[in-house]
Structure formats: structure tokens, C-alpha cells
T-cell receptor, first 111, second 114 residues
Framework: GAGVSQSPSNKVTEKGKDVELRCDPISGHTALYWYRQSLGQGLEFLIY????????KSGLPSDRFSAERTGGSVSTLTIQRTQQEDSAVYLC?????????FGEGSRLTVL | AQSVTQPDIHITVSEGASLELRCNYS??????LFWYVQSPGQGLQLLLK??????LVQGIKGFEAEFKRSQSSFNLRKPSVHWSDAAEYFC????????????FGKGTKLSVIP
């Protein structure tokens, strides 16, 4: 498709389990972002990838969170040993200039 | 670090009324400024952006925003609101200076009374 694709759209997991969220950016976009959106908290920056440069991981809230981007395209956000406070919508965006194009997000619920 | 404040959590207006959503930023130099809209169940969409030049910028869906350096503000306006404008609106800023983090405000939810 032409837009940013995220999967799964919904994920329910048990506390302590690991989860992987996938983002397929728009073809040709060199930059890729992950944000977390919690109710009433706006969008929290997590991590940024630009081409082959080292990612900006300054927004990752703990070492349980990690992300990778393979071949400059698809990205996976991994949350290990999930906690209830990890419940949120995780948004991916890609960009080739200053405008970000967002996917519809992956809603994570940790029971 | 840069920050963005949207003072109004929730605003309700009547259809056909004018709208102004407030946004203040904290950054020393001239930032790159954006407004995004998130309609229920949809992803965020760019409404408009300001980089430099004319301080009044036009966007999609009849929205405009004005950059006021002296007030560190970038308020979003629309002269006549339509019911379909009900959504959540986010102001965002790049600080530049080598940073590619786009920092968002906490959003303003707009409700429209028919």
C-alpha cells in the first residue's frame, strides 16, 4: 500500500510476556520514528532511525524497550517483560523531509 | 529541551462558529512548527507547517495558523467549524540544531455541537 503499515493493530498480552510490533514505512522514506500515545499524554517520542546512521534512542523509557530497522525499511519495536504501564498505542511514522506520515498504530493492552 | 504546551485539553464549539486552538513552545531559536489532526480511529494527518517567511500559513481543510515569535505561539484557527472537524489536534515542534525529534503537545480535543 501507499501508506505506513503497522501490525498487529491490536495486541493483548499478559504481564511479563515479550511483544513485537512491526512497522512497514512508505517506500523511499529514509527516516522512521516510533512514538507512544497514552490517554491524555499526547505523543511520547521513543526512537528515530535515519538511513544508516546510529538511531536516536533517547526516548526509550527503559532497557526493556528496543527497536531495529532492517535494510533501511521495516522496523520492529520489541518490549520485553511487559508491564501494565506499557499499555498504549504505539505509532510509527516515516518521512523523507520534515513531514511525518503516520500509521494507524498498534494498540497494546497488558493484562 | 524543547517543549510544547497546549493549554486547552478540551474545547466545544457550535458548528459554524470560529475556532482558535492555542499552542506555545519553548525554544530559543525559530523552530519548525506543525499542527496535526487525529480523527477518531485514524492516524495523524498534517494540517500545516511553518518553517520561515510569512508568519500566517494556510493548511488543508480551511485551517490556518499564525506564528508569533514574541509570544512563542503558533495558534491554529478556522473561521467556520464543520461537524467533521471534531477530532484531536496536536501542535508539534522540531528544535532543529541537529535534532530530529518532533516534540508533540498533549493535544486538544475538539467537539462540535450541530
Amino acid at each position: 500500500g501507499a501508506g505506513v503499515s503497522q501490525s498487529p493493530s491490536n495486541k493483548v498480552t499478559e504481564k511479563g510476556k515479550d511483544v513485537e510490533l512491526r512497522c512497514d514505512p512508505i517506500s523511499g522514506h529514509t527516516a522512521l520514528y516510533w512514538y507512544r500515545q497514552s490517554l491524555g499524554q499526547g505523543l511520547e517520542f521513543l526512537i528515530y532511525f535515519q538511513g544508516n546512521s546510529a538511531p536516536d534512542k533517547s526516548g526509550l523509557p527503559s532497557d526493556r524497550f528496543s527497536a531495529e530497522r532492517t535494510g533501511g525499511s521495516v522496523s520492529t519495536l520489541t518490549i520485553q517483560r511487559t508491564q501494565q504501564e506499557d499499555s498504549a498505542v504505539y505509532l510509527c511514522a516515516s518521512s523523507f523531509s520534515w513531514e511525518l506520515f503516520f500509521g494507524e498504530g498498534s494498540r497494546l493492552t497488558v493484562l | 529541551a524543547q517543549s510544547v504546551t497546549q493549554p486547552d485539553i478540551h474545547i466545544t464549539v457550535s458548528e459554524g462558529a470560529s475556532l482558535e486552538l492555542r499552542c506555545n513552545y519553548s525554544y530559543g531559536a525559530t523552530p519548525y512548527l506543525f499542527w496535526y489532526v487525529q480523527s477518531p480511529g485514524q492516524g495523524l494527518q498534517l494540517l500545516l507547517k511553518y518553517f520561515s517567511g510569512d508568519t500566517l500559513v494556510q493548511g488543508i481543510k480551511g485551517f490556518e495558523a499564525e506564528f508569533k515569535r514574541s509570544q512563542s505561539s503558533f495558534n491554529l484557527r478556522k473561521p467556520s467549524v464543520h461537524w467533521s472537524d471534531a477530532a484531536e489536534y496536536f501542535c508539534a515542534v522540531y528544535s532543529g540544531a541537529g535534532s530530529y525529534q518532533l516534540t508533540f503537545g498533549k493535544g486538544t480535543k475538539l467537539s462540535v455541537i450541530p
